[in-house]
C-alpha cells in the first residue's frame, strides 16, 4: 500500500507533484520484471507497485535525508555499487538524479549492474524548489537526459513528464504559501492556522485540478521527467 504522504489528497501540499508521480510509476510498473533495485530507495514508497521476484533497496548515507527507520537492504558510498555485474533484471530510481553530482559515474555503475536487456524507470525534478540540501545539484531537461543515457550504454524507450503548465503554476503558489507562511508563521496558531490551510493549500490544488482539467494541456513547464530506457545487449 502506498501511504497518503506519496499518494496525496488535495489537503497535501506536495499535492500536484506527488499526483502525477505516483500515477506514472504505476503507468510504467508493469515494465519492471525479476529480481529489481530500487536506487536511492529511501523508504521504499513505491514497493506496493511492482510484482517482481525480489526487490532491492540502495542507498547512501546524505546528510540532508536522514534515513530513520527506513528499509534499506545495501548501503552504498556514492561511487560504487556494491553488487556483481549484470544482477538486476530491472531498476527504479525516483527523485534521486538530482542528488547525484557524479551521475555519469553512477549510469556506468547501474548499467554495470543491469542485466543486458534489463529495464530502468527513473523520474527526477524539472521545477521544484531545492531541497535536501547541500546536496542537490542539477535539474535536468528531456534532451540532456537521453544524451547522458544514450552516451552510458542504454536505449530511450520512452520519454514523459509528469505535471502541466497550469499544475506547475498552483503547485509553486501552494508551496511558497505552504513553506514561507503556513509553516514559519501560522502553523502553531488555532483556528487561523485551519484557515490559512484551506484558502492557501486547499483551494489553490481544486482551482488547478479544475484548470487543468478545462485549459490546454502546455507542457513546456511541467514538475517531473519521467523516463524508460534499457540497457543495450
Given at each position: 500500500?502506498?501511504s497518503s504522504d ?12 506527488r499526483k502525477?508521480l ?7 510498473s508493469?515494465?519492471?520484471k525479476?529480481?529489481m533495485?530500487?536506487?536511492g530507495?529511501g523508504?521504499k514508497?513505491y514497493?506496493a507497485f511492482?510484482?517482481?521476484?525480489e526487490y532491492?533497496?540502495?542507498d547512501f548515507?546524505?546528510?540532508?535525508h ?6 534499506i537492504d545495501?548501503m552504498?558510498?556514492?561511487k ?12 527504479l ?11 555519469e559515474?553512477i549510469?556506468?555503475?547501474l548499467h554495470?549492474v543491469?542485466k543486458?536487456?534489463g529495464?530502468?524507470l527513473i ?5 521544484w524548489?531545492e531541497?535536501?540540501?547541500p546536496?542537490?545539484y542539477a ?7 537521453k544524451h547522458?543515457f ?5 536505449t530511450?524507450?520512452t ?9 506547475v503554476?498552483?503547485q ?10 503556513y509553516?514559519?508563521?501560522f502553523?502553531?496558531?488555532?483556528l ?5 490551510f484551506f484558502f492557501f493549500?486547499?483551494v489553490?490544488n481544486i ?11 502546455h507542457?513546456?513547464m511541467?514538475?517531473?521527467n519521467?523516463?524508460l530506457?534499457?540497457?543495450?545487449a
Amino acid at each position: 500500500m502506498v501511504s497518503s504522504d506519496f499518494k496525496p489528497s488535495v489537503f497535501h501540499p506536495y499535492y500536484f507533484i506527488r499526483k502525477g508521480l505516483v500515477s506514472k510509476i504505476q503507468e510504467y510498473s508493469g515494465a519492471m520484471k525479476g529480481k529489481m533495485l530500487d536506487f536511492g530507495c529511501g523508504s521504499k514508497p513505491y514497493r506496493a507497485f511492482f510484482n517482481v521476484q525480489e526487490y532491492v533497496g540502495v542507498d547512501f548515507v546524505n546528510p540532508g535525508h536522514p534515513h530513520d527507520n527506513e528499509q534499506i537492504d545495501v548501503m552504498y558510498d556514492g561511487k560504487t555499487i556494491p553488487i556483481a555485474d549484470n544482477t538486476f533484471d530491472s531498476a527504479l530510481s525516483s527523485e534521486v538524479f538530482e542528488h547525484v553530482f557524479n551521475l555519469e559515474d553512477i549510469l556506468k555503475e547501474l548499467h554495470r549492474v543491469l542485466k543486458p536487456g534489463g529495464t530502468m524507470l527513473i523520474t527526477c525534478p524539472f521545477v521544484w524548489k531545492e531541497h535536501e540540501v547541500p546536496n542537490d545539484y542539477a535539474r535536468y531537461t528531456h534532451f540532456a537526459l537521453k544524451h547522458l543515457f544514450e552516451k552510458n550504454g542504454f536505449t530511450v524507450k520512452t520519454l514523459d513528464k509528469s505535471g502541466n503548465f497550469v499544475e506547475v503554476l498552483h503547485q509553486l503558489t501552494v508551496l511558497y504559501f505552504y513553506d514561507h507562511w503556513y509553516m514559519k508563521l501560522f502553523k502553531k496558531i488555532p483556528l487561523i492556522n485551519y484557515i490559512f490551510f484551506f484558502f492557501f493549500i486547499v483551494v489553490p490544488n481544486i482551482g488547478g485540478t479544475i484548470l487543468s482539467s478545462l485549459l490546454p494541456k502546455h507542457r513546456q513547464m511541467y514538475l517531473n521527467n519521467v523516463i524508460l530506457v534499457e540497457k543495450n545487449a
